[in-house]
């Protein structure tokens, strides 16, 4: 469940996650865990009137020899030069007037085929809906109980929570 910025399981309360943005115009957005280590930062690629790409970034490669960002790609963003970040997925966002999908793409080794982990439509609704497919294979969803602005996930076991977050 969403809490403002923050990410709660709703049984127990327990934390799993908080995001932040930092800049106006030169932005990321860093995702922390409870104990405030960054688990990824999240850079606009480019954006549109109705497509937006991001990328989730991390601070050790995805596979061996992955170069990391350039000091461009960061200054862009508004990190700091000298920061080493990797591209670890793509995530990429087509709005229409009431709907939207996205596809989440893992990075791979040049030359190899990009991997699709996850794609994401938001249905037609009052409020919010969202299925998240593997495949053919729904495996998650999300909605927004009643006039509520705070978001319910509801995932199979196995499912990268902050994967399906960062999609819907």
């Known amino acids: 469940k969403n809490k403002g ?3 709660v399981v709703v049984e127990d309360g327990k934390m799993l996650w908080t995001s932040k943005q930092k800049g106006i115009i030169k932005s990321h957005g860093i995702v922390q865990d409870s104990e405030d ?6 850079v606009t690629e480019k954006s549109g009137i109705a497509s937006i790409t991001n990328i989730v970034c991390k601070s050790t490669p995805s596979y061996d020899g992955q170069e990391p ?4 790609e960061l200054k862009k963003a ?16 087509v709005r229409k007037m009431t709907t939207a999908k996205c596809e989440y793409t893992l ?6 085929e990009p991997s699709v982990l996850m794609t994401a439509e938001k249905l037609s609704a009052m409020g919010f809906m969202a299925l998240f497919k593997q495949g053919d294979t729904c495996v998650a969803k999300a ?5 509520s602005m ?4 509801e995932a199979a076991p196995g499912v ?3 994967a399906v977050v960062c999609i819907g």
């Open 160 to 162: 990268d929570l902050l």
């Open 37 to 42: 280590n960054v688990l990824a930062i999240i």
């Open 78 to 93: 508004g990190i700091e030069e000298g920061t080493t970040l990797y591209k670890f997925s793509k995530i990429d966002t």
């Open 150 to 153: 705070s978001p319910m996930v």
């Open 69 to 72: 960002m350039t000091d461009d």
């Open 5 to 7: 910025s923050k990410w």
């Open 107 to 112: 990075f791979v080794k040049e030359g190899g």
């Open 143 to 147: 909605s927004t109980p009643g006039m």
